[in-house]
Every structure is written in structure tokens, then in C-alpha cells.
């Protein structure tokens, strides 16, 4: 598999006002065809990065959808060239492979759209010399990005792959997840705090039952720290409480841009979800499927809860290679 590295450097105005320079790693895999059809962007989930496929040689570190991205696996980099970006605020912004601009790096950093992401993916795929997207995915924050791609660009995108996402951020987000971690931001240990509401919502009880029982949790709060930033977990918390795409785009629009474009869309949630129901997403697919549209809605069961949409891939790696036909 081939792969490479780059860094979009921007001016960018954020929707909240702010003009300011920003520079965003990226990460590709596989090669680019001439015509650039064959481009694949994926996003990346809440605490992910750039570094979606492959295995750093210096320290063993695998791309956290490398089970799915690479040459013969479902987003076969034998056919596709896939890029993925960090968001603004990224997470992991300590480990010095993670270029991204933030509250880090930036006093006094703006707040961030999920529509502020969008734009300057939309900046690096004009800059790849990329007209269209062959297919827009990602799981969790990336499945908002994905979204946001097809209620702002779906000129510019053929397909949407949403992996335990929703149009909306959910009634848990906004009322228990978001206020909570505003307040153990306060605390005096707050990053390990922040990571360990993190950890308990992702994987729920049944999943943390299953992965520590055995193992010293604290211990592994302390290797997840090494490379997170407080100020970005706390920044990407608020952009993904306010999630709403509805909100730049009203739903009458979007179904017609669809129906214009002839967008073919996946969205798999996950039933033990503590981030996001199922019933909002189906709903919306109905919608969707009523309207005409090529939409293929999927429900799974995960041992790990939310974060079975990176950890357990195998649930809908099948579905995802079908979009990509």
C-alpha cells in the first residue's frame, strides 16, 4: 500500500468570525488516478487522527480503521486513494505526528463547526486536485462530518458511509456527555477524568466489563494521556454538542440535493450505543428511502458498544465494500 504525508496550511474564517492560519495533517493511501475519480475521504472518530491505515515503523502505532483500509480489504487501496485529515482541536495534538491547529497551539481558539471541518476538507480536496468524492465516510465524529459533506457538498460526493452517527447530536450528548466533561475539565486531574468518561461512554458497561476486567484501568487512562490534549477534548466536546445539520441545511433541501445528485448512502448504528439511538438515524433513512433515495440502513450489536464502529469492523465491513461498488 502506498502511502504518504502532508500538511493543508489555510487562512480559514471560522463561522464563529475568527480569521486565522491554520495548518492540518493529513495522511493518503493508496494512488491517485488521473482523473481523481477514485478518491476516497474518510474522518475520523472523536479521540482519532490522521493516521487512519497502516503501522508506524518507530513505534508499531496501526491506523485505527486499518482493518478496513489497505490493499484487498473492504476500501481497497488498490483501487481507491483515501485521505484522512485532522480535524481541528484534534485530540491527540501532543504526539508530534499530529499536526493541528487548536487551543493548544492558538490562545483564545475559536469554537468549531462541525461546518468549519467540512470547509477545509473541502480546501484540501481542491488543493489534491480532487474534483469529487468517489464516497465520504467515517465512524462516530467522522460519521457527522460525513453528513455535514452530504447536507453542504452533495455536488461533490457520490456516496456517504455513516457509522454510528446521526443527523443530530443526540439528547445524551448534549444534556449528560457535553456538561459532564465541562465539568471534569475543572477537576484537578482533568484530562484523566475527561478520558475516563470518555472510555465509560464509548464502551458502555457490557464493554468495559469485557476489557478490564482483567486489566488496570487507570493504567490504561495513564497511556491515553500521554499524547491528549484537555483544551482539545474539551473543544471537540462542544463541536459535536452542537451537531446539527438541519441547521445549515433544512431537511426539504437536502432530500432534493440528494435526489439531484443521486448520492448512494450507508448508515450502520450500533444498538448498545450510549452516544447515539437508533431510532433518529432510521428515521431519517426512511425519510430518505421514501423520497427515492439510495439508502441502506443497518443496525449491529457490538461487545465494545459505540466503539465497535472502529474496534469491531468486521459487523459491516461487508456493507461497506458494497457502497464502494
Known sequence: MRTGQGVLRVLH??????????????????????DGSNAVLVCHYYTGTMHAAG???????VGWWDNLIGDGKAIDTRKFF???MNAPANVQVIDPRMVSSGPESIPDF???????????????????GIQKWHAVMGPSYGA??????????????????????????????????????????????GLHEALRLITFCGMGSDG???????QDFDAY??????????????????TVSRHDIFRHCPLEQITANWQRAGLKILSVNILSDQFFPSQPMKDFACQMQQSGIAHTHMEIQC???????????????GAIQKLLE
Open 13 to 34: 474564517t471560522f463561522e464563529a468570525g475568527q480569521t486565522l492560519p491554520l495548518e492540518l495533517g493529513y495522511e493518503t493511501y493508496g494512488e491517485l488516478q488521473p
Open 55 to 61: 503501522t508506524y515503523p518507530e513505534d508499531g502505532l
Open 82 to 84: 483515501v485521505v484522512c
Open 110 to 128: 475559536p469554537e468549531v463547526d462541525l461546518k468549519d471541518i467540512t470547509r477545509l476538507q473541502f480546501e484540501l480536496m481542491q488543493q489534491l
Open 144 to 189: 457527522m462530518q460525513t453528513l455535514m459533506w452530504g447536507a453542504l457538498y452533495s455536488g461533490h460526493v457520490q456516496r456517504l458511509g455513516v457509522v454510528a452517527g446521526a443527523p443530530q447530536a443526540a439528547v445524551a450528548l448534549k444534556h449528560f456527555f457535553t456538561p459532564t466533561l465541562r465539568h471534569l475539565g475543572q477537576t484537578a486531574d
Open 208 to 214: 468495559m466489563e469485557l476489557q478490564f476486567q482483567d
Open 221 to 238: 487512562l495513564g497511556s491515553r494521556r500521554h499524547f491528549a490534549s484537555l483544551k482539545h477534548i474539551l473543544s471537540v466536546g462542544e
Open 303 to 317: 461487545k465494545l458498544g459505540h466503539l465497535g464502529c472502529v474496534f469491531e469492523t468486521q459487523l459491516f465491513e
